[in-house]
T-cell receptor
Framework: DAKTTQPPSMDCAEGRAANLPCNHSTISGNEYVYWYRQIHSQGPQYIIH???NNETNEMASLIITEDRKSSTLILPHATLRDTAVYYC??????????????FGGGTRLMVKP | DTGVSQDPRHKITKRGQNVTFRCDPI?????LYWYRQTLGQGPEFLTY????????KSRLLSDRFSAERPKGSFSTLEIQRTEQGDSAMYLC??????????????FGAGSRLTVL
């Protein structure tokens, strides 16, 4: 799986958009970008994933650059409850492979009032 | 469905004792995973099952660790002769098999183990 690089921490003002970057310059053509988050004392929570097109769901938007070497997770209106560690993971989809997601250090997002 | 349930949520034990954790996945999910997370680190993969078959084990899963999923539903993770280094959060997750559920895991809240 391709390695990802994320800033260790970020701050965001409540109500503003939180833009979390992720670099994955060695991504291969069949690897997807996944985002999870982990709120304190809870298990990780799936947010969104994409291959090359931008994706949006009720939680967030995922913007993937045209060369696919980086992506940005956007929380459009951050709330205090979005304070968490956000993990960017790159992974293939393969019927014969287990979904052994590899979590790095992630970005600790602090949403401040 | 109430999601992935783990029991107990907290376990304190003395070094050398055996402990067992239970995970009840989402009922229609045929894949079940165990991860371990130590303070300040991301979760680390331990093992996974597809139905009742244990398909992969990490090198982190020493001989003192054993996981089962006897009927393809709930799973147990047992640690024998616990050591202080086993202190961690043990996370269970479940998913549908690819392509439907590829890499979209639902995690439980975890079982925190403290070995004294």
């Amino acid at each position: 799986d391709a390695k990802t690089t994320q800033p260790p921490s970020m701050d965001c003002a409540e109500g503003r958009a939180a833009n979390l970057p992720c670099n994955h310059s060695t991504i291969s053509g069949n690897e997807y970008v996944y985002w999870y988050r982990q709120i304190h004392s809870q298990g990780p929570q799936y947010i969104i994933h994409g291959l090359k097109n931008n994706e949006t769901n009720e939680m967030a938007s995922l913007i993937i650059t045209e060369d696919r070497k980086s992506s940005t997770l956007i929380l459009p209106h951050a709330t205090l409850r979005d304070t968490a560690v956000y993990y960017c993971i790159v992974r293939v989809v393969n019927n014969n492979a287990g979904n052994m997601l590899t979590f790095g250090g992630g970005t600790r997002l602090m949403v401040k009032p | 469905d109430t999601g992935v349930s783990q029991d107990p949520r907290h376990k304190i034990t003395k070094r050398g004792q055996n402990v067992t954790f239970r995970c009840d996945p989402i009922s229609e999910h045929n894949r079940l995973y165990w991860y371990r997370q130590t303070l300040g680190q991301g979760p680390e993969f331990l093992t996974y099952f597809q139905n009742e078959a244990q398909l992969e084990k990490s090198r982190l899963l020493s001989d003192r660790f054993s996981a089962e999923r006897p009927k393809g539903s709930f799973s147990t993770l047992e640690i024998q002769r616990t050591e202080q280094g086993d202190s961690a959060m043990y996370l269970c997750a479940s998913s549908l098999a690819p392509p439907l559920g590829a890499n979209v895991l639902t995690f439980g809240a975890g079982s925190r183990l403290t070995v004294l």
